[in-house]
């Protein structure tokens, strides 16, 4: 088995999974100023893998050759869909598969599935298990929290763990704190403590509130990790990854925008919703002084073609 978390480079920098943000299109613009260590697709659902709208969800886990290596997120609560899901990662090709277990959406939980799990650690295991049988020659790892309702993992991990999961992202959260309090990676670094004595192969990496790409090196490194996972900041910045310390111009900053919107639209015109794309252009301009009224003009661009012209006029303005 070829196991990227064993091969990668310490420390593994990662670009979060985010629902409706890092698709192939953000992830290649990613990759323009400055590549992570590895990349994960936003999750699929399991279920939905294996029903007859499946088609319509597997634009979510498109990807190019560059973006290698790539982990395929899932979530799922069901033993059959969870191993044929991760057979059909395997087959699309994917680095690894990773099963998550801290996402606090109603209509995820609903099914038993995301943060559910660390209330149902025995089925939790056996996800793993599962996806584990479905593509045997792919590393399978999870992403959770410090627990539900109290930081209490060592009450359902070690449970987890005994299905040895190549990874262990930890997001410094509990379920009901949402990500409304800041992340405590003083408990990521006993979360830490807890899986490597009960089994020192396996990788541990902190996610939560990571604000620049030293930072993310520097947590690494003084809570003892293998790497750390990196979301929000990279929203609107996609030169997160690149060791460019200033925030690049708005000139710059419409420029990535206009290629990543053009990049979206080539890839999944017909196939995801361009309205995607305002949560981006948003983002991206987000803290320019003065562009106020370019983001609503931005926000108001409901095809590439608009949003194309919008962005074209403020730059021959700003030139
Ligand atoms: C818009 C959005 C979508 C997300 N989608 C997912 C997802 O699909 N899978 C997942 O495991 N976490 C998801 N998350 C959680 C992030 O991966 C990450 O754990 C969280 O944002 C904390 O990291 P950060 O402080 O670096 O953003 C999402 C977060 C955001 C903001």
Known sequence: ????????????????????????AFRQTVIRYGKPSLFFTEFVSADGLCSAGKDKLLPDFYFSESER??????FGANLETMRQAAKLVAQLGFDGVDINMGCPDRAVEKQGAGAALMKNP??????????????????????TRLGYKNVDFEKWLPKILEARPAAVTIHGRTREEMSKVPARWEEIARARELIKKNDPTIAVIGNGDVATLSDAKQKSETYGLDGAMIGRAALGNPWFFSEQSQAPALKEKLEALLFHA??????????KNFLNMRKHAAAYVAGSIGAKELRMRLLGASTLEELRRVIVEALNISI
């Open 69 to 74: 290596p790539i982990v395929a997120q899932i």
């Open 262 to 271: 053009e990049l979206f639209d080539r890839l999944f015109r017909g196939k």
């Open 1 to 24: 088995m070829k196991n990227i978390w064993k091969a990668l480079p310490r420390p593994i920098l990662i670009l979060a999974p985010m629902a409706n943000v890092t698709d192939s």
């Open 122 to 143: 025995l089925l939790a295991r056996d996800l793993i298990l599962a996806a584990r049988e479905g593509a045997p020659e792919l590393p399978i790892s999870i992403k």
